[in-house]
């Protein structure tokens, strides 16, 4: 199926921006002399970190969920709009559909975090819950699309949704210009898919790393390997990034546009949450915190670098924030 496919291209990330224009939040782009100095005491690095932890429904997630839904046709739109996610993804399609004036049915894992199961109710989506460890979400959301008539728009292996995901990326670029470095969440790839499209039109000498948990390094192993990697569903706090593959119209970009996968643990993104809550005053959820953990924690070296950092989402409700600060 990809082999004929129009591989995507920054324009595909420019119409998408075209389209969230006036739905989507464009969100502020912080700066910290604090992180800076941690990065590089020399004073030579600059962090600008895109705070996608204040986009509408508190993640990136609603800018492609809202891109895909926005080229429905009018029979896709009586049926409506299905999907799997284990949280934001699942906010973003039940916020989209409202906007969209469309129905939204989400197939969500029963240990979804409480916070994400609830606001995706209260924006009017149905949620139909499965067992992630020994259930298959694609087989179930195929089941259910045959059966309603409703079009599956998957987390993150679509081409309108990684065109839509681009769009954080090329606000970034239009904002500051030109990056050494541009650091990216990586769960099953939409985001980071995208802001590659975005670099390589708005900043083609930016090495664009993605960054994963440590205990689901699949990306990692795809890129050295050349084919996707599956390693079946990693154990790590950052529930956004508990993706066991990457997706292949994903894939198909990041092996062709990204530089490097790093992984990062989850005492880093600890270390990283308290630092955002301390010093710059922001909730972030853990796998919000992946591409900062990997600067401010060393994992990647960014001294005397023009750097920038996705924060991609603050959804983490407070007991379970408190539990990983304390
Ligand atoms: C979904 C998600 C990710 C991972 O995005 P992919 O497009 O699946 O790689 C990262 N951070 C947050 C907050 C997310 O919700």
Known sequence: MLENATPLQYGDVEQAAARIDGAAHRTPVLTSRTADAAVDPAGGATLFFKCENFQRMGAFKFRGAYNAIARFTEEQRRAGVLTYSSGNHAQAIALSARLAGIRAAIIMPNDAPALKVAATREYGGEVIFYDRYTENREEIGRRLAQERGMTLIPPYDHPDVIAGQGTAAKELFDDVGELDVLLVPLGGGGLLAGSALSASALSPNCKVIGVEPEAGNDGQQSLRTGRIVDIGVPQTIADGAQTSHLGQHNFEVIRRLVDDIVTVSDDQLVATMKFFAERMKMVV??????????????????????????????????????????
């Open 285 to 326: 959820e853990p796998t919000g915190c992946l591409a900062a953990a990997a600067a401010l924690q060393g994992v990647y070296p960014v001294a005397g670098k023009k750097v920038g950092i996705l924060i991609s989402g603050g959804n983490v409700d407070l007991a379970r924030f408190a539990k990983l600060v304390a």
